[in-house]
């Protein structure tokens, strides 16, 4: 039905005369809708559905968010958001005797909480649980007394049993990070090299190789170190052929990628609705790390756009047992190029149209 509709559309697009009248009556609408507040709600009203299963994604998530505070889990992100908030503290130039007031005791109570998991439940992130001991430890050795908040939590975390192993995974001085040999000259050609590549090779892709990629993927920058994202990985071919078979932009060759992987963003990860265009970002920035390094390890990628279109929204979130927070951000396709195969040359823009530098003399 939905291809029906969409080979309709194009067809009627394709006369001129049709095409000319929708610009016009689109670019009449739009005047009026976008130049207030006032004309985009008018706006809005007709596709109330579409933007409210924005706001139902948004309110699962922060229902999530909170239902999720008393129950087991491998990673707890309202405690990575604390502890990471805490590095921010500690590493402060000048730093503060006192700080973190606010949330030092939830900050502990969050700990706790983690740490008080029954024996029977094994999926629990160690280092996540050694980074939050390590610097909730810092922490406490280098804020002063005289708060009765700080020395509440200071005695509740004293009184917990140790976690694991003594280590030092906590703020360290910038000077101990370990150098890179890598070139500019080397990213760049690099970043020049790389091309979206659509036709592969009948050949599959080792999953060592996707997990080997996704190390550099989650070292990328992410708000509050909360990771927001996961990739889920179809190399099974008939799931391969249903999944990338939805999106509209794999249409032509779908049928003949090896691995397919669906990028998604987590809402329930955040109590405000102020982040909920941060899963995007962070998985974004993710991605661009994983695609950089399968072509370290040989293997190319294209990204299969995914646009906020209802009907396929609905058949993916179907397809892949989403929950209304869970947010399809984008797809990949991946494998081992065709080495006959072309590849689009892409002419990207002048440097002099991609930034501007403001308030300097020229």
Not at 217 to 234: D, G, K
Not at 261 to 286: E, T
Request: glycine content about 6%; some cysteine; charged content about 25%.
């Amino acid at each position: 039905m939905i291809g029906t509709l969409k080979r309709f559309a194009k067809n009627a697009l394709a006369n001129p005369t049709i095409r000319k009248t929708y610009n016009t009556a689109n670019r009449a609408v739009l005047e009026a809708a976008g130049s207030s507040r006032v004309g985009a709600t008018l706006y809005s009203l007709p596709g109330f559905m579409t933007f409210n299963r924005e706001q139902w994604a948004v309110l699962s998530g922060r229902r999530g968010y909170y239902r999720n505070l008393g129950r087991h889990r491998a990673n707890h992100v309202e405690l990575r958001r604390n502890v990471h908030r805490l590095e921010k503290g500690i590493l402060m130039q000048p730093r503060r005797d006192v700080f973190a007031r606010d949330y030092i005791e939830e900050t502990v109570e969050f700990y706790e909480a983690a740490a008080a998991r029954p024996a029977s439940f094994s999926n629990m992130d160690a280092g996540e649980m050694q980074w939050a001991h390590d610097v909730l430890a810092e922490y406490f050795s280098i804020v002063t007394d005289g708060d009765e908040g700080i020395a509440r939590a200071r005695a509740r975390f004293n009184g917990l049993p140790p976690h694991g192993t003594p280590s030092d995974v906590h703020p360290y001085p910038q000077r101990m990070l370990k150098r890179t040999d890598i070139t500019y000259d080397q990213v760049l050609e690099l970043a020049q090299s790389r091309r979206s590549i659509r036709w592969f090779e009948d050949k599959p892709v080792p999953r060592e190789l996707i997990d080997k990629a996704l190390l550099v993927a989650r070292q990328s920058p992410s708000a509050c170190n909360r990771l927001p994202y996961e990739f889920e990985v179809f190399d099974e071919p008939e799931q391969v052929k249903q999944v990338a078979g939805i999106p509209f932009g794999a249409a032509g060759y779908s049928h003949q990628i090896p691995t397919l992987i669906v990028v998604k963003g987590d809402l329930s990860n955040y109590f405000s609705p102020r982040d909920r265009h941060v899963p995007y970002i962070d998985a974004s920035l993710a991605t661009m790390g994983f695609i950089y390094a399968l072509e370290t390890l040989g293997l190319s990628s294209s990204v299969i756009n995914w646009p906020d279109f209802e009907p396929l929204e609905a058949k993916m979130a179907k397809t892949l047992s989403l929950k209304p927070h869970q947010r399809v951000i984008m797809l990949l396709a991946v494998g081992y190029p065709d080495p006959d195969a072309l590849v689009a040359y892409s002419q990207k823009k002048d440097i002099a149209n991609l930034r501007t530098f403001h308030g300097l003399e020229r």
